[in-house]
């Protein structure tokens, strides 16, 4: 496929996402504002939000870096859209696989970090305190989620023998029984609970943790910034839940697959959340070292022999 | 020629004339002594001269027109003309220094110190037992006299205690000389040698009681208290001559007399030895009194040098050499001690904090314990390699390890003492006065052993390789050190280009050693511009600095296991010099020392075994070993992890980073433990590289790296200072580059050799951007500082982009080394190594947040308002760097295919396949540059797109921010900065108690504990110290005739 036509369905790709991200955030606030008795938001609020956010006029900047933070944290989410193939059609090369050919699995693991890395430096200086507090949390618990993601993933490479994404969808065709869900129960174990953390819901949420710390990273930013910032959110939330259904639910091959396999990953992260209240972070980087670890070790340990 | 006689001549002449002349007042009399020591000394030379140049054969001279038996004979040979030379040249510089303290016990003391010098000339001349016994004595009561002559209870009783001693030992030597004639008819040394004592029934014993008298001369451990007194409670002057002349003469008594006993005493000779030398240097270690620890040192030197009479069979004709190595350092170094002790006056080793106040003293004394430990050019480092090089050959490691171990106590008292000259508090310290007869015979003692040293190396084919012309530059910059830094600065990195484009040809095809050579080279350039930012004359910064790159590029160019270690310890010292510059690092400086000297010797060992049963010292020799090899490679792998501060010997490296000036710190941090990597490298690709057998040591390696990073970075989280953050950082990434070369295949090495180049960028920008920033606000404390970005942009730049290479985030060229990791370890299946090390990969972007916010963005501190940009001279290198890291992530091909093709001669298999730009391997694929346009792109777009929507955002104040309702304090109060990973550590603390430190306290405590209760040994009463020499005597008796 030529590059022109490469960019094209992928800026469409990205729309899709991009308002796919935004309808899944604003179902998940119903779907917790009925469980709590009320009515909830209305569905095009999300949209009403970035029309007003992207057109306020009393916008203030705090310099260059936090100027860029915005900037970071949307080309990191369009970034990690573009090196990930979407959709599966039995082609390396062809139609939602975007800019996949240029770097694989390990690639958009170390290019989350990119948006992530630039929005906590803007917002540092944005001199905010909950901005920095919100970020060490962040960072923190990252870390702990890294451990068991990173063995579980090695156990998927392994299992494969490649890191190539699109060869791990390839791998998993033919049924569900291919899945890796199946395959390698136990790596799988530790994905799906490692996803929690990586999702942020409650009760990994201690990054943002509404109440306490504002919104945490992004207190300090309002406007576009924050429009952008949103954007950002939605298209990173759908591009993580691709991820997990790439490695170990068996891809996607439509987008409409595709939205179901995103919106059940995204509802068992919203679900936890609903149920459990919020983890300081010692619980938290803990939690993630017990079982999510203990299931990823022994995913590797099945996967390596 | 003039007969070696009137050496004994002159000195009775001159005496007797005092006897009449001292009328015409001491400084007259002294004038004499002096001449008349100088005619021996030139009566000597002569001698020595003739042998050494000429063809002179050894001289014997008869007495009284008689031969032996019935006269005494003298001899004179090349061995003697040296050891007479020795003594006389210290007599003579001994006596100038000595002139007013001679003087001012008068006349007697000037004809006895004449007479001490006659007697040891004669010592070693004779060739008759009863005259070496006669003139033992004399130079015995003339030391004993000399002692009493000075005021003062303590040398009082030492002196007593003298001569109660060597009466006793010489009641042995009497009777054994008795005896020896008894059985013998002969008191001709020679004539007793002939007739092989130890076969006659009963001359065994005669055998046994001169050589015990003999050694006892030498005062081996634990029967030398009596000699130690002295050492301590004498004048400094005569404490060296006894240390110089003195010992010298003992030490080849004990070589003539040696061929009485027979070959089997050899054995006995290296065992005493070694206890003395291992003994005494491990309660060195006790010592707080300066001469006393100096006595120490001299007892176990000459406990060395009686080992290696004792191995002169295994020695062979290698003996003198090594012999004369340790020797002529130690007479020299020890002289120039125990003479700078006479000036500075101050008794406690701590006292010694004022010589600094003369900055010359500092490089007289470096210059001799130096020469002490055996670091080159010094003789002594030639002797000790020369010396290990053999004992391994012969396959007597067991005396190798005695030896290195009581050398490794030595270094630890010899620096502990130099690091309080160096760093100690002297505020309220007096300060001392030079007399110019004082430090004259210093600077001649410590000039001595620069051209000897230089001499010893040409003597063998190996040493005359060593290329000294970096050193000499050392020495250049060490003469014009009272120039400005600006002309110093320029005149250094002159020198180092001009070595780098001399160099180049020779390495150019030779990638390995180009790419180090490149870091050391280039790498140095740019941290010397940084220098430029200082002003005044920085004194003595120029000469360590080159001296350590010194050593670098000579690791590089080694053609021989010598040349390799001599550029590894002129490395050490200059490295050493360079951290200990920096503020409270005086103990820093010493583990650095002490790590570094454990892991040369564990480098010089293996290169002994390595030697084995090879004729050359050619480097691969190290490919070859055939002589327990994994012994071998495993003590290269240990010395070399010294520098690369592998977990267990790290501890050395956060407060020798973190303390070090703002441009050491990336010169021992980015540059310097390069050189561990390249001797890792080395050791690797000797073990074999592909077809590698000794997998288990790799594995353990690899093992070992992968803990390393996950302690460094776990241990850089929870610093709250700037430069130890970035200290304990670059020891996680060592342990990646040791991770991924212990993997031994050609992705392992990709990925170790892309973290090699990466983070010698990096940590560069990073560690010169930091200690910039420390320059201006004055404290490396983060919390301190805050908000920066909006005073140093640039600096804040710099850091950005100096964290996201080294974090591994995608388009930087950090992300090759991740990549190449991945893969790597799915090749291999290290996969839980792997595991372990993408982890501590996670833990980096913590300290690296860390680092960026506390110290740049949040609130500004108000004591920082005015502070300025980094010094441009800091920002040239910076950038120069960055550009690099540019170029490497823009076209990664451009670094990693030729490094490929250069891995692929030791690992051919698992290359990478290269498309274009994208790097295709087994398992995955990576267009670097591609990856770079398409993020590029997108970060250009949505910047363009914000810039147009928000052109009238208006600009606000640091401190205008959002705050629920209420105004912020004050911006201090504002900062989250201290403590910030608070919560972590409630998770992770368990993992953070410094287990390695605690073992390392207790293996200090431990020594200090042995050697502070074996002291107990020396209760200072005379009547003990007899006891001691008596036991002695029994044990030594019981051991070698039995009961």
Sequence with gaps: MDITSKLIYALIGLLIVVNWGMLMSVTFRKIGARMAGRHGIPFRQPWVNLLKNISTRTIITHGYMYYLGPVFRLSGGIGIFLFMPMVFTGNADGLWTNFSFQGDLILILYFQVFGMLGMAMGSGEGGHPYSAMGVARGLAQHAAVELPLTIAILAIAVQFDTFSIYKIVEAQQGGFQNWVLFTNPFASAAIILAMLGALGHSPFNLVKAPNEILIGPATEYEGTYLGFMMSAGAIIHVMEAVLFMNLIFGGATSWIELIIKSFLIYFWSVFVGMVFPRFKIEQSVIWFFKWPLGFAIIGLLMASF | ?1043
Aim: hydrophobic share 55%; proline share 3%; charged share 10%.
């Design chain 2, 1 to 1043: 020629m003039v007969n070696p006689i009137y050496i004994v001549a002159i000195a009775l002449g001159v005496s007797f004339a005092i006897g009449v002349l001292n009328k015409l007042g001491r400084n007259f009399t002294g004038s004499l002594v002096l001449a008349a020591v100088s005619v021996m000394t030139f009566i000597s030379y002569q001698w020595f001269a003739a042998f050494q140049f000429g063809e002179q054969t050894a001289k014997m001279i008869y007495t009284a027109g008689f031969m032996p038996p019935l006269s005494i004979n003298l001899l004179m040979g090349h061995y003697e003309a040296f050891i007479t030379l020795m003594i006389n040249v210290i007599g003579l510089i001994g006596g100038i220094y000595m002139f007013n303290s001679l003087k001012k016990r008068g006349y007697n003391a000037q004809v006895i110190y004449l007479v001490l010098l006659m007697g040891l000339n004669v010592m070693v001349m004779t060739r008759d037992l009863f005259n070496l016994f006669v003139f033992l004595e004399i130079s015995s009561i003339a030391i004993a006299g000399l002692i009493l002559l000075e005021k003062g209870t303590r040398s009082m009783g030492a002196g007593f205690k003298y001569i109660l001693a060597t009466s006793i030992i010489s009641g042995f030597l009497l009777l054994g000389i008795i005896f020896a004639y008894y059985f013998t008819g002969s008191l001709n040394l020679d004539d007793v040698v002939a007739a092989n004592l130890s076969s006659i029934k009963g001359g065994a014993l005669a055998a046994f009681m001169i050589m015990i008298a003999i050694i006892l001369e030498i005062k081996p451990f634990p029967a030398n208290g009596w000699g130690l007194d002295v050492y301590e409670g004498s004048d400094v002057g005569l404490s060296a001559v006894i240390s110089g002349a003195s010992a010298t003469a003992s030490f080849f008594v004990l070589y003539k007399v040696m061929d009485i006993a027979g070959v089997e005493w050899n054995y006995y000779i290296s065992i005493i030895g070694a206890i003395t030398f291992v003994g005494s240097n491990l309660l060195g270690i006790a010592q707080k009194n300066t001469r006393r620890m100096l006595g120490y040192s001299s007892i176990g030197q000459l406990g060395l040098l009686m080992m290696i009479l004792g191995f002169r069979d295994i020695l062979g004709e290698q003996t003198p050499y090594i012999a004369f190595g340790i020797l002529i350092s130690h007479y020299f170094a020890k002289a120039g001690l125990f003479w700078l002790s006479g000036i500075v006056k101050s008794k406690s080793l701590k006292g010694w904090s004022n010589i600094r106040k003369k900055p010359f003293f500092l490089f007289l004394m470096g210059t001799f314990i130096f020469a002490l430990i055996g670091f080159p050019p010094f003789p002594s480092f030639f002797a000790k390699w020369t010396l290990v090089m053999e004992l391994v050959q012969t396959g007597n490691m067991t005396w190798v390890i005695a030896i290195l171990f009581g050398s490794m106590m030595e270094a630890v008292y010899l620096f502990r003492w130099f690091g309080y000259a160096i760093k100690g508090e002297n505020e309220h310290l007096e300060d001392f006065k030079i007399k110019i007869h004082k430090i004259t015979p210093v600077w001649i003692a410590a000039i001595g052993l620069y051209v000897i040293g230089y001499f010893t190396a040409q003597f063998t084919e190996v040493g005359a390789a060593i290329n000294f012309i970096p050193l000499a530059f050392v020495g250049l910059l060490l003469a014009i050190d009272f120039l400005p830094v600006m002309i110093k600065n320029t005149i250094a990195i002159t020198g180092m280009a001009l070595h780098f484009y001399f160099v180049y040809p020779e390495l150019e095809g030779d990638t390995l050693r180009l790419i180090f050579e490149g870091i050391f080279m280039v790498g140095g350039i740019l941290a010397l511009i940084a220098g430029y930012a200082y002003k005044g004359k920085r004194s003595g910064f120029y000469p360590v600095a080159i001296l350590m790159y010194a050593g670098l590029t000579a690791i590089i160019e080694a053609g021989t296991t010598l040349e390799f270690f001599y550029g590894w310890e002129l490395m050490t010292a200059g490295s050493y010099f360079l951290i200990i510059r920096g503020k409270r690092s005086m103990s820093h400086g010493l583990s650095y020392m002490l790590f570094s000297i454990g892991g040369a010797y564990a480098l010089l060992a293996a290169f002994g075994m390595a030697h084995v049963g090879q004729d050359s010292f050619a480097m691969d020799i190290l490919n070859t070993i055939t002589y327990i090899p994994t012994w071998a490679y495993g003590l290269l792998i240990v010395g070399f992890l010294t520098k690369t501060a592998a977990v267990g010997l790290h501890i050395w490296l956060p407060g020798a980073h973190g303390e070090a000036e703002s441009d050491v710190s990336p010169m021992v941090s980015a540059i310097l433990l390069k050189a561990g990597v390249f001797g890792i490298v080395l050791t690797l690709i000797g073990m074999g590289a592909e077809n590698n057998q000794y997998s288990e040591l790799a594995y353990a390696l690899g093992w070992l790296g992968a803990i390393t990073a996950l302690v460094g970075n776990l241990m850089a989280i929870f610093q709250e200072d700037a430069k130890r953050l970035l200290a304990y950082s670059s020891i996680g990434q060592l342990g990646y580059i040791v991770l991924g070369l212990a993997m031994m295949t050609h992705l392992g090495w990709l990925g170790g050799f892309s973290y090699v180049i990466n983070h010698f960028l990096y940590k560069a920008v990073l560690f010169m951007t930091i200690g910039a920033v420390v320059m201006r606000v004055g404290t490396h404390n983060m919390y301190e500082m805050g908000g920066l970005i909006k005073r140093m942009p640039l600096a804040f730049l710099a850091v950005m982009i100096g964290i996201i290479a080294l974090s591994g985030v995608p388009p930087l060229s950090g992300f090759a080394g991740k990549w190449l990791f991945y893969n790597a370890i799915l090749d291999k299946g290290w996969y839980f190594q792997g595991a372990v090390m993408f982890f501590s990969g996670g833990l980096a972007f913590l300290y690296l947040w860390r680092l960026i916010h506390t110290v740049f963005l949040g609130q500004l501190k108000d004591n920082h308002r005015n502070v300025k940009e980094i010094s441009i001279w800091f920002l040239i290198p910076i950038y120069t760097l960055i550009a690099g890291l540019m170029v490497f992530a823009a076209k990664p091909q451009w670094v990693l295919q030729p490094m490929g093709d250069m891995i692929a001669q030791f690992f051919p298999t698992g290359q990478l396949v290269w498309d274009g730009g994208t790097a295709i391997s087994q398992y995955g694929y990576w267009a670097g540059s591609l990856v770079g346009v398409t993020i590029g792109a997108s970060f250009v777009f949505v910047l363009f797109w914000l810039l147009v929507s928000t052109r009238k955002a208006h600009k606000v104040k640091q401190f205008d921010i959002t705050y629920s309702g209420e105004r912020p304090e004050r911006p201090e109060t504002t900062h989250v900065a201290y403590n910030v990973f608070e919560g972590f550590y409630q998770a992770m603390w368990i993992a953070t108690i410094p287990m390695v430190e605690t073992f390392w306290n207790r293996v200090t405590e431990v020594l200090h504990e042995t050697a502070e209760f074996t002291r107990k040994i020396y209760s200072g009463n005379g009547q003990a110290y007899m006891l001691h020499i008596v036991f002695f005597i029994l044990v030594t008796y019981l051991v070698i005739i039995g009961g």
